[in-house]
Each structure stands twice: as structure tokens, then as C-alpha cells.
């Protein structure tokens, strides 16, 4: 798997031997896998997040709805079995689902980088150097996070219809900082919330790799490692997300840290009033975590895995190119090899004959020879004797010292 960011990489390669080498860090995968892992879970635990907005914003609305507050609260978690009711827990999930993608990109693209610096010139753990990583990604994926969740929530808590009408009002009423209302909250929930569920999921990694010999997590025990630290996370920042959800639900009006505190006090509750949403606060952020990081892992897989399909493909192109002259000379050598050894089979084959051939061609020549000289002999001493005695020797005797020839019958 991968550590939020590729726990699962360090963490198993660490902890056992046994357990296969980590894919290499490539903050693209991270970005790309964390960017579609994220919209996938958001849309998942969108209408709980909703339920957790109208909660931390039920002063607002009964202020201007004229309700009191225990009946907004009612309604907000009132599903009486009407379908429009239902369907406004719904609202804005697609905004929600593309603005959590491109934000948790930007933090992945942040983390990655922060990582891998680490990694290759520090000495830190792989908990210290995930808290690290998680604290500098809050902070510089906050610029892209909370012009986002401004309009996203102001929609979530029936403030606006939409996130374009929301950005436009906000913006009218009070101009592009107003897109930044509650940042410093936002970072100041951030920074702890992501540095400690990375911190504690990269913990939980080693351990699970400990206690199973190196053996790669299911996906149940994703889930529970990724749900665990994603509800610690949360609950433990639930009271800077109550003064950050009033604040950015009230952006128009240019509110204060110190307003919201005030706020949430004069409603009563004490300091419980900042536990408000608690519940369903960790349950969407440990539900939203654990599916987040069985989707990250997930898709992170197919990306490396393709990765390594096209490197592979890349390797036996080179491969063949390499190999395509000694492919496209082979015929001819092979030709050539073929006809040198006809040609040598030939001459061997030559060579047996040649000998008895160039013998018999030797041996009629001289019998040729030797009767014609024995005929002249014979014209000249009285009769055909001599030649016909030197024949008969040329039978017996060897000619040019290679044996007798055979036999000849006439």
C-alpha cells in the first residue's frame, strides 16, 4: 500500500525482510491516485458532512430562518421520509467531490516533495518525517483548500443554492479576501489533523507489518488502520473545525477568530459547545479516511503497475531495435552457409571420385600411348608383338607409380 502518501512503501520495506521492495516515490502517482482516491471518498460521506455543517451552524440558521436552535437541529437531522430532505444532504456533492480532488492533489503533490527531501537528507523516522511532510502540505495546499471550502460549506449549510452563486456574493460583498475567510483556523486545523493521521497511519503500517511477517495489508485492515487514524485525527480537532465552520458559513460579514469564540459561547454549552458535531465529525473523517486510503492504494497500484507494464514494453522495444541488424543479415548468413557447405559437400564428394577418375583418364592415355608406340615397333620389326607385349605388361605393371588399373576385358 502506500503511506498516506505511500506509507506502505517505507514501512513494509523496513519493518521485514520478507516483504517486497516499495514501488519508487513518484509524486505524480501520488497526486493523480490522491486526487481521484479523494473525490471518490467525498462523494461517499458527503450527506454525514452535511448533517455535521447544519450542526456547527445551527445558531446561524435559526437566527435567520426565525427557528430556534433545537429545531433547526431537528430538521438538519430529521429524515422524516420526504425525498427532498434527502436530497439536500446531497447538496453540492459534485463541488465537493471536484474541489476535495483538486485540493488533496495539491496536498499530495506538497507531501510527496516534503517526503522525498526528507528522506534523502535527514535521519528521521518515518513517523517524524510523515508529521513533517503533513504540516507543509496543510499549510501550502491551505491557498488552494479554503477559497474551496468557503463556497462548498456556505452551500452545504443552505447559506447559497450553488458554489458559483456563493463565490459571487462572497466576493461582491467582501471581495477575493472574503474567498479566504477563515485560513488561519483552517491551518490551524490542518497542520495537526493531516500530521497526525499520516503520523498514525505510517505507525500502524510497521506494526501490521510486524505482526503478519511483512504480509500486505487486506482491505478490511486498510480500512480500519486508515478509518482509526482519520477518527483520532478528527476528534482531536474538532473545536478549531467548529470556530472555522462558523466563520467561513458567515464569510460576507468579514468575521473574526475572536467573533467565532464569542459566538459559540453565547450559545451556551461552555466548552462542550466546541465539541459540537463531534460524532459525526469523526465518523465522516474516519469514514472519509479509510476509504480514501483503500482508493488511494488502489488506484496508486494500477499507476505503478502500469508504469512498470510500459517500462517493460519500453525494454523489449530497445531490445529488438537492438537486435533488428543481426535479424535482417541472418537470411543472407544463413544463404551463404547453406551454399558453403553444398559446395564442401560437393568437393568431398568430388574428392572420392577423383582419384579413380583422373587414374582411369591417366591409364587410357597410356595404354593409347603404349599401343601406338607398340604398333609402330611391331611395323618396324616384323610384326604387331612388340605392341602387343608392351600392352599386355601395361596390364600388369603400375603406371606413374598409383597401382594396377582394372582389369581390362578386351
Known amino acids: 500500500m502506500a503511506t498516506a502518501i505511500k506509507a506502505p512503501d517505507a514501512s513494509m520495506g523496513a519493518s521485514s525482510s520478507s516483504a517486497p521492495p516499495p514501488p519508487p516515490d513518484k509524486p505524480a502517482h501520488d497526486v493523480v491516485a490522491g486526487a481521484m482516491a479523494r473525490a471518490a471518498s467525498q462523494s461517499t460521506i458527503h450527506p454525514i458532512d452535511t448533517m455535521k455543517v447544519r450542526m456547527q451552524t445551527s445558531g446561524l440558521r435559526a437566527a435567520g430562518a426565525g427557528a430556534s436552535a433545537a429545531a433547526a437541529k431537528g430538521a438538519a437531522l430529521s429524515l422524516d421520509g420526504a425525498a427532498r430532505e434527502v436530497a439536500s444532504l446531497y447538496r453540492g456533492v459534485l463541488s465537493a467531490a471536484t474541489g476535495a480532488g483538486i485540493i488533496i492533489g495539491a496536498y499530495f503533490g506538497f507531501y510527496s516533495t ?14 517524524q518525517i510523515a508529521f513533517l511532510s503533513g504540516s507543509v502540505a496543510a499549510v ?25 452563486v456563493a463565490a459571487r456574493s462572497i466576493t461582491g460583498a467582501a471581495g477575493v ?9 483552517t491551518i490551524m486545523e490542518d497542520v495537526p489533523d493531516m500530521a497526525v493521521k499520516f503520523a498514525v497511519y505510517e505507525t500502524l503500517r510497521p506494526v501490521h507489518a510486524r505482526l503478519t511477517n511483512g504480509r500486505q495489508p487486506s482491505t478490511v485492515e486498510d480500512l480500519l488502520m486508515g478509518g482509526t487514524a482519520g477518527a483520532a485525527a478528527a476528534a ?12 467561513m458559513c458567515n464569510a460576507s460579514s468579514k468575521p473574526t477568530i475572536r467573533g467565532a469564540v464569542q459566538g459559540v459561547l453565547a450559545e451556551g454549552g461552555g466548552a462542550r459547545a466546541f465539541f459540537r458535531g463531534v460524532g459525526p465529525r469523526a465518523l465522516s473523517n474516519g469514514l472519509n479516511s479509510a476509504i480514501f486510503f483503500c482508493f488511494f492504494e488502489a488506484f496508486r497500484r494500477v499507476l505503478v503497475q502500469r508504469q512498470q507494464e510500459a517500462a517493460a514494453r519500453e525494454q523489449a522495444a530497445a531490445g529488438a531495435a537492438a537486435a533488428a541488424p543481426q535479424q535482417r543479415w541472418r537470411p543472407r548468413a544463413e544463404q551463404r552457409q547453406a551454399q558453403l557447405q553444398a559446395e564442401l559437400a560437393e568437393q568431398q564428394q568430388g574428392a572420392r571420385r577423383w582419384p579413380w577418375g583422373q587414374r582411369r583418364r591417366e591409364d587410357e592415355a597410356a595404354y593409347a600411348l603404349a599401343g601406338s608406340q607398340g604398333g609402330a615397333g611391331g611395323g618396324r620389326g616384323g610384326g604387331g608383338g612388340g605392341g602387343a607385349a608392351i600392352a599386355c605388361l601395361s596390364l600388369a605393371l603400375p603406371v ?8 581390362r576385358w578386351w
Open 114 to 127: 516534503t517526503k522525498r527531501f526528507l528522506r534523502e537528507r535527514t535521519a528521521m523516522g518515518d513517523g
Open 140 to 164: 501550502g495546499s491551505g491557498v488552494v483548500k479554503v477559497p474551496i471550502a468557503v463556497c462548498i460549506r456556505s452551500v452545504q449549510a443552505g447559506v447559497y443554492p450553488n458554489v458559483v
Open 177 to 185: 479576501p472574503g474567498l479566504f475567510t477563515g485560513f488561519l483556523p
Open 236 to 247: 482531536a480537532t474538532t473545536p478549531l473545525d467548529v470556530i472555522k465552520t462558523r466563520m
Open 400 to 407: 606413374g607409380g598409383r597401382g594396377a588399373p582394372p582389369p
